[in-house]
């Protein structure tokens, strides 16, 4: 049984010492640009505070990986270039690509630098997996949000020693990442070329009669009452008119939540475990990374699952496992 | 209703808190703002030496002011986050108009999600907070000062120098005290609180019934044909 | 108007049919392109859901032969999101036939097609040269590229040599693809039980807002743009970036109608403002929008510079 290691958000250095001191086995950051998918207001790691950051992890035996996982603006590949150049002479230990060109361009620059694909490269099938192993030595494959327990069981088998890295908490894309363009369609802001989906400065918390209405670049992406639990207006966690109907049409405001199938995804020969969420602070960091050391080291001693309750941090209050049953399709 | 600055019209949160602080705001009332002011003067010059990247990471939102109002006090602040003169200001009333956004919610809130205590997505989705205005300098905000690690009873003792220690452990107190009372006077806040809101229930099915009726006509409108 | 180079004679690719026809009626639609469409290529096959696959798989070969027959290009598209094993089955079956160009919409498709000629489809993340470059080597003779790219960088990804360009221009636009059905979502049907309810709306269902304003579209697993695409005024601005191919999405409209404006726009000789009131008339349910080209939403309608 493959010992999975625990990938943990940071958007701040204090949610990277957050995540180390609670039990991260690695960090995940980005760069305050637009070279990776969290390019949030705010947020996220000047070079220095990289380098701060990794000799904090590495002092205690955690590994910082870097994302430039948004895909090069055509004409002006320097800055992601510098991105992947900066991260390698940094000591990173690993950065996570998604674009074809730059993981090219990584891949003949820094030979010794690790590569993982990101999940922005929505690679969900074994032979999918094969092109950017064999073709650029990449070690790890984050499994695009759409698979089955026994779907990625079956890629495991096929791709190792190729590993693979699924997403087990956190907010959910609930289509195919890093090939949707709902967002740059109402705002013109592009997950893939801008690093942000449903950027804040397209959203308007609006009053109406009988609560708030949300709304992303003029739309309304959902409405609550009064004593109902609100939610960010990302695109696919919106109620829609569709079929004469209101209904959350894409999903419900919810976050991925796999604590209680942690075994089953060990026993898919699953890696790692990523969380989601290098937009949360840092106590959204404390409180997960806890739950899930303690978890994966529970199941790992044979010892049952602790019960621990995560609602208070979840959108909207709502759980789901997503993808991972079949049923959700 | 109790009511801090003005608010009227003003989408509140989830539970209007009848809480110790709002005892403690109305304790507050008669004092005017301006006598206020050197304490938030001081809080700043505290906060921008321990932690100067919160500006740093708040440079490109330098000219966007935010008024963050805690609803159990009878005044809220103007943060004007420039990085070489950043000011906040305390005031009795603020016009949403006067400034970018707005964040309000209960100050035990406020302060813990300051203190990277609570997470703000938590908050927000709990409606424990409500944003209004610039959603993106809020964001920007709750990033910084949540990258920062702020500790805001240690950042105003830290320059009391010798009277550190007592000073800390009084405002912890008053902290204590304001989260054991809370269970008690939720009863009381239930009681003032329940008919209003029935009020509010009926006048709010007239407005859905108006709604309703506006949004059918504007569809007929666009499916009219008009291309 | 602008004047081109008549060495690069304007190319019309008419995509592949994402909706869910009836198989007979889905032939008879390729019947009538291969006869009357003044189109170069047409895109054949399933690219949003392999439950569709089965019903069309024994009218292809004919289809194919129509075409061919009638001096088109044939091109067989991929499936965009392959996960299962035997989705992955049926691409490596496109990926060995003969005699066919195949469109690569996922990247194992593409890693299949590597040393022989083949399309990189526009479910593609190509975004930049670097990308483009690393697929034109693998055997990519031409790139039909994503639909959020703005202007200049089409101009940039068309200057890259050696690999035919081709930009969307008519229809509603691909925007997403997921392993959940939301035609079946909407029917409250999980989608092993779908009841292949996406039939039932041949242009896509249409998707409002809360205040009923019309924003998106679902085609079973796919989300696509409300509005239909129509780049017309900008046909002269892209053919001066070096783009000469051109690709409409199959629609329930007269589609040899709407292939034949398109291409008289492209070579000037008819202007964009009479082209856009035509096209309105055969697509009265239509709403049109350029936004993406002018680095704009994707919703926005942008009016020509006056």
């Known amino acids: 049984m493959i010992r999975p290691e625990l990938i943990c958000p940071a958007g701040t250095p204090a949610a990277l010492k957050s995540a180390v001191d609670s039990g991260a086995d690695c960090v995940y950051v980005g760069f305050r640009d637009e070279t ?7 947020l996220n790691f000047s070079r220095k505070e990289l380098e701060e ?7 205690r035996g955690a590994k910082v990986l870097v994302a430039i996982n948004t895909f090069p603006r055509a004409g002006h590949p320097q800055l992601w270039q510098a991105a992947v150049d900066d991260s390698a002479r ?20 820094h030979p010794e630098l690790r590569l993982h694909l990101s999940v922005q490269a929505a690679a969900s099938n074994p032979q999918a997996i094969a092109f950017y192993a064999e073709r650029f030595g990449v070690k790890r494959v ?26 087990v908490f956190g907010g959910l894309c609930v289509m195919a990442e890093g090939r949707c363009a709902l967002s740059s369609y109402a705002t013109g802001q592009s997950p893939n070329m801008n690093g942000v989906c449903s950027p804040a400065s397209h959203v308007r918390y609006v009053e109406s009669g009988r609560g708030i209405t949300s709304q992303l670049a003029g739309f309304t992406i959902n409405q609550f009452g009064l004593n109902e639990p609100a939610g960010y207006p990302t695109l696919c966690k919106g109620r829609f008119n569709a079929a004469g109907k209101t209904s959350y049409l894409f999903e419900e405001p919810t976050s991925l939540n796999t604590l209680a199938m942690l075994p089953d995804l060990i026993n898919a020969g699953v890696a790692a475990f990523k969380i989601e969420g290098r937009q949360r602070g840092r ?12 978890s994966v080291d529970a199941v790992m001693a044979g010892r049952p699952l602790p019960d621990i309750n995560l609602d208070s941090i979840t959108e909207g209050g709502r759980q789901t496992t997503g993808a991972y049953e079949k049923a959700w399709r | 209703m109790m009511e801090g600055p003005n608010r009227a019209g003003q989408s509140k949160p989830m539970i209007p808190p009848f809480s110790p602080v709002l005892l403690l705001g ?35 939102y330098g000219e966007r002011s935010v008024c963050i109002d805690p609803i159990d006090l009878p005044f809220a602040l103007i943060l004007e986050p420039d990085p070489t003169n950043p000011r906040l200001t305390v005031r009795r009333f603020v016009d949403s108009d006067e400034v970018h956004a707005t964040i309000r919610g209960p100050l035990e809130t406020l302060i813990a999600l300051a203190e990277g205590r609570m997470d703000g997505d938590a908050l927000f989705f709990s409606r424990q907070l409500v944003v209004e205005g610039d959603t993106e300098v809020v964001v920007a905000l709750r990033n910084a000062i949540d990258g920062a690690g702020i500790d805001l009873v240690a950042d105003l003792t830290a320059a009391l120098g010798p009277l550190a220690q007592p000073a800390r452990r009084a405002a912890g107190a008053v902290m204590d005290l304001v989260s054991s009372l809370r269970g008690s006077v939720e009863t009381v806040r239930q009681s003032f609180i329940a008919p209003a809101l029935q009020g509010a229930a009926s006048r709010d099915a007239r407005l859905a019934e108006l709604e309703a009726e506006v949004k059918a006509l504007r569809k007929a409108t666009r499916r009219g044909g008009v291309a | 108007m602008t004047k081109h180079d008549p060495l690069s004679p304007v190319r019309l690719t008419l995509g592949p049919v994402l909706f869910n026809w009836r198989p007979e009626k889905l032939r008879d639609f390729y019947f009538r392109m291969a006869d009357e469409a003044d189109v170069d290529s047409v895109c054949v096959g399933e690219v949003v859901c392999s ?10 070969a004919e289809v194919v032969d129509r075409l061919h027959a009638a001096g088109k290009e044939v091109v067989l598209s991929s499936l965009a999101l392959i996960m299962t094993e035997r989705e992955a089955a049926q691409a490596r079956e496109l990926a060995q036939m003969d005699g066919v160009l195949v469109e690569a919409n996922d990247v194992s498709v593409a890693s299949m097609m590597a040393g022989r000629p083949f399309v990189a489809g526009p479910l593609l993340n190509i975004y930049n040269e670097g990308t483009l470059a690393y697929l034109r080597d693998l055997g990519a003779v031409r790139a039909c590229l994503p639909a959020e790219l703005p202007g200049p960088v089409i101009g940039t990804l068309a200057k890259t040599g050696g690999v035919e360009i081709e930009v969307q221009c008519f229809g509603r636009l691909p925007l997403a693809i997921s392993a959940r059905c939301y035609h079946a979502r909407s029917r409250n049907l999980a989608k092993d039980g779908c009841q292949y309810v996406c039939a039932e709306d041949p242009d896509g269902m249409d998707v409002d807002t809360l205040d009923d304003e019309a924003f998106l579209a679902v085609n079973g697993t796919q989300t696509m743009s409300y509005h239909y695409l129509g780049l017309l005024a900008e046909l002269g601005a892209l053919r001066g970036l070096g783009v000469n191919r051109f690709r409409l999405w199959p629609h329930n409209v007269d589609m040899v109608a709407v292939a034949g404006l398109l291409r008289s726009v492209a070579d000037g000789l008819v202007e964009p403002e009479d082209a856009a009131l035509r096209l309105s008339e055969l697509c009265p349910k239509a709403e049109f929008a350029n936004g993406y080209f002018h680095g704009r939403e994707g919703h926005r309608l942008i009016e020509a510079d006056a």
């Open chain 1, 53 to 59: 950051g990794i000799a904090y992890a590495h002092a």
């Open chain 2, 26 to 60: 109305l304790a507050l009332r008669p004092v005017r703002p301006a006598l206020l002011q050197p304490v938030f003067d001081h809080l700043l010059k505290v906060v921008r030496s321990r932690h100067p990247d919160i500006l740093e990471r708040l440079e490109v």
């Open chain 1, 142 to 167: 984050v499994l695009p949000r759409v698979l089955t327990v026994p779907e990625i069981a079956a890629i495991n088998r096929a791709v190792a020693p190729v590993e693979t890295e699924v997403f």
């Open chain 1, 36 to 42: 990776n998918a969290r390019n949030f207001p705010g």
């Open chain 1, 283 to 294: 106590a959204y960091v404390a409180a997960v990374v806890q739950a899930f050391r303690q």
């Open chain 3, 51 to 60: 439950k569709r696959t089965p019903f069309f798989a024994p009218f292809v």
């Open chain 1, 90 to 109: 940094l000591g990173a230990d690993a950065v996570i690509l998604a674009d074809i060109g730059l993981i090219d361009y990584a891949a003949r620059t």
